[in-house]
């Protein structure tokens, strides 16, 4: 609960009632600011400010999100701009609610309130970036003061290994000036804390008709559209990407995505093997792969991709999955295998709806004597 101090008495001179209007204005305009100002919580949010960087060096060739992980779960907290540096307040808006380690409260913003106003314990917490077909470094918080310097440190991303495809579409290099300008435009705006999406889909349709193979600038496109909830017109954005970058393998992720989100799961299932056979280990179609096969009746070829995320070393950052391989084996008859599965699942994810239907599962088992 945040603290909110008691307004002090305001002194009011009984002769203003001479005073002029204006003056009467501004005097009462004074005494609403200090009002307001003594009534604001005690509450002074965390910034963290960084960057995320390529191993040579270089920003990301698309903005990365920038993931603040706790107890609680993950939430994401910005976009890197095209220099891949990042710059947020962690809390205090409704928008950017994250826990706080030391708290017990859901929701509780991360920032220093009450009498210790100093100190934010995140000693249980990290940042890592994410963009599609590349894993991420770590950095470890620990306890911040609100009243020290905001750079934590830099974020690097490692691009996963590629055989016959790629997550970056190397049409780009081959793109216009005027193209890549309009391009880089629409990044900017995107990577603002309150983008303009309208502003940033006109750049894009600038980029695209300057040059209409511009894969990359078609699959932002599509994931603006996405923002702005038009998914016919996302899909259609994304399909011309992967018809301009055949070896592009990140709108198909995309596509998946969205497929899983309208319960088409042949149609995600489809997207996601085409992304798996570009960059086989890319842990993020794997995961699509495997809930669309699961949902299809299709056990083997969902724990095929759920072992896939185990071995990528990005498991954690996909905890439903422990809830689908729970249910295979459960599927085969190997109870204690799926309680194992369910009860890593409820310790990662305990408020979600799958969680509960873990544990009215693990209770019919015990129930029945099955895990005794």
């Known amino acids: 609960m945040w603290v909110r101090s008691r307004p002090s008495p305001i002194p009011v001179d009984p002769g203003w009632m001479g005073m002029s ?4 204005a501004l005097l009462l305009a004074l005494v609403c600011a200090l009002l307001l100002a003594a009534q604001d919580p005690l509450f002074r949010p965390l910034y963290l400010s960084g960057k995320v960087i390529l191993p040579d060096g270089s920003p990301p ?15 994401p907290q910005a976009y890197t701009n095209a220099k891949g540096v990042f710059n947020f307040p962690v809390g205090g808006a409704q928008n950017r609610r994250v826990i706080d380690s030391s708290r017990t409260l859901p929701g509780s913003p991360v920032g220093a309130s009450g009498p210790d106003r100093s100190f934010v314990d995140l000693t249980q ?40 495809g790629a997550l970056v579409s190397m ?15 629409a990044q900017r705006e995107l990577a603002k804390p309150k983008p303009n999406l309208e502003k940033a889909l006109r750049a894009l349709e600038k980029a695209t008709k300057a040059y209409p193979r511009f894969a990359a600038a078609w699959n932002l496109m599509g994931e603006t559209r996405i923002r702005m909830k038009d998914y016919q017109g996302a899909r259609a954005a994304l399909e011309k990407a992967v018809q301009a970058d055949p070896k592009f393998a990140t709108p198909l992720v995309t596509l998946a995505l969205m497929a899983l ?21 890319l842990s993020e179609a794997h995961y699509y792969r495997a809930i669309a096969y699961w949902s299809l009746g299709k056990p083997e070829l969902a724990e095929q991709s759920v072992h896939a995320v185990e071995t990528s070393g990005e498991a954690d950052r996909y905890p439903r999955l422990h809830f689908v391989l729970g249910n295979i084996y459960a599927q085969r008859g190997d109870v204690r295998a799926a309680a194992g599965e369910f009860e890593r699942y409820i310790k990662l994810e305990p408020n979600s709806r799958a969680a509960g239907a873990a544990r009215e599962q693990l209770k019919q088992w015990k129930q029945q004597g099955l895990l005794n």
Do not use: W
């Open 21 to 24: 209007k204006s003056s009467v």
């Open 61 to 75: 060739p698309e903005p990365a999100i920038v993931y603040l992980y706790c107890p609680g779960g993950r939430q």
């Open 125 to 164: 917490c990290e940042l890592r970036a994410y963009l599609p077909g590349y894993t991420s470094s770590k950095i470890n918080l620990g306890r911040r003061s609100v009243f020290e310097s905001t750079e934590v440190g830099t974020l690097i991303l490692t691009p996963a290994t590629k055989r016959h």
């Open 171 to 185: 049409n780009t290099l081959a793109a216009p000036k005027q193209a890549r300008k309009a391009y880089e435009k």
């Open 261 to 281: 989100e309208q319960r088409n799961m042949e149609e995600a299932a489809r997207f996601a093997d085409q992304a798996v056979a570009l960059v086989p280990n």
